[in-house]
């Protein structure tokens, strides 16, 4: 396996946080299969942030707020860190069920010199059912815009560095939210860069669960609003759909 990185971005309110919990299975898994992992922090207590480098974390503090600003700050930084013909993986912290299938992708990706490496789920059985449903919704949404047979609201995906040029790029026109992470994805498939899409057996990860209620509906549903707005434009833009 070449060279890779995982980038990631955090923010916990504190060590009972339990989303911190499945981050610092995350890096231990990353330490465990030979990566290294990146996190820009956009404010967590100190203490979170002296856990994680403990555990083998490199944890830089975020430059400047927005959700946007600081995707871009950790593909930045890891893209240094990495090197011209290393990996990139972009992942949410709290993923560590998939850490252990990225060596596979990432000797996929420098075998088949691929760009973007789309990840997506094989299944969403083991969502809470609220999430799973706003998620439904979104995906076939965008799957219509765009005609990309997509798991659209799976975050997880492996760059190469010509393809990371495209969300260092990005200046945030849609609202610089979850679509930072979506709209450089069409670009480079409007610009022919090599591009697969693989589903993976993900498994979500029995913690967040519990992740429902009134704040986490009304959360979600903005999820969804930016990602199907933003989306459905910027394919019109492209030429996906008139």
Same mark, same amino acid.
């Given at each position: 396996?070449?060279?890779?990185?995982?980038?990631?971005?955090?923010?916990?309110?504190?060590?009972?946080?339990?989303?911190?919990?499945?981050?610092?299975?995350? !890096?231990?898994?990353?330490?465990?299969?030979?990566?290294?992992?990146?996190?820009?922090?956009?404010?967590?207590?100190?203490?979170?942030?002296?856990?994680?480098?403990?555990?083998?974390?490199? !944890?830089?503090?975020?430059?400047?707020?927005?959700?946007?600003?600081?995707?871009?700050?950790?593909?930045?930084?890891?893209?240094?860190?990495?090197?011209?013909?290393?990996?990139?993986?972009?992942?949410?912290?709290?993923?560590?069920?998939?850490?252990?299938?990225?060596?596979?992708?990432?000797?996929?990706?420098?075998?088949?010199?691929?760009?973007?490496?789309?990840?997506?789920?094989?299944?969403?059985?083991?969502?809470?059912?609220?999430?799973?449903?706003?998620?439904?919704?979104?995906?076939?949404?965008?799957?219509?815009?765009?005609?990309?047979?997509?798991?659209?609201?799976?975050?997880?995906?492996?760059?190469?560095?010509?393809?990371?040029?495209?969300?260092?790029?990005?200046?945030?026109?849609?609202?610089?939210?979850?679509?930072?992470?979506?709209?450089?994805?069409?670009?480079? !498939?409007?610009?022919?860069?090599? !591009?697969?899409?693989?589903?993976?057996?993900?498994?979500?990860?029995?913690?967040?669960?519990?992740?429902?209620?009134?704040?986490?509906?009304?959360?979600?549903?903005?999820?969804?609003?930016?990602?199907?707005?933003?989306?459905?434009?910027?394919?019109?833009?492209?030429?996906?759909?008139?």
């Amino acid at each position: 396996m070449g060279k890779a990185i995982i980038a990631t971005t955090t923010l916990y309110g504190g060590k009972s946080d339990t989303r911190f919990g499945l981050a610092l299975k995350t !890096v231990e898994e990353a330490k465990r299969n030979g990566l290294d992992i990146i996190i820009i922090d956009g404010g967590s207590p100190a203490e979170v942030c002296q856990a994680m480098r403990e555990k083998g974390a490199k !944890v830089v503090n975020q430059e400047v707020k927005g959700f946007g600003l600081s995707i871009r700050q950790s593909l930045r930084e890891a893209s240094c860190l990495v090197g011209i013909d290393g990996v990139i993986i972009r992942l949410e912290a709290e993923k560590h069920t998939l850490v252990n299938m990225l060596p596979a992708l990432v000797s996929l990706m420098l075998k088949d010199n691929i760009d973007l490496l789309k990840l997506g789920r094989k299944n969403r059985d083991d969502y809470p059912p609220m999430q799973k449903a706003a998620e439904g919704f979104a995906i076939l949404a965008c799957q219509e815009f765009t005609g990309l047979k997509w798991d659209f609201d799976f975050g997880p995906f492996l760059l190469s560095q010509q393809a990371l040029l495209y969300f260092l790029q990005y200046d945030g026109e849609y609202g610089d939210l979850w679509e930072s992470l979506d709209i450089p994805q069409l670009r480079i !498939v409007r610009d022919g860069l090599n !591009v697969k899409y693989q589903e993976v057996d993900y498994v979500h990860p029995p913690e967040q669960a519990g992740e429902t209620g009134p704040d986490m509906i009304f959360k979600r549903l903005k999820q969804m609003s930016v990602q199907v707005t933003s989306i459905g434009a910027e394919a019109k833009k492209l030429g996906f759909w008139k």
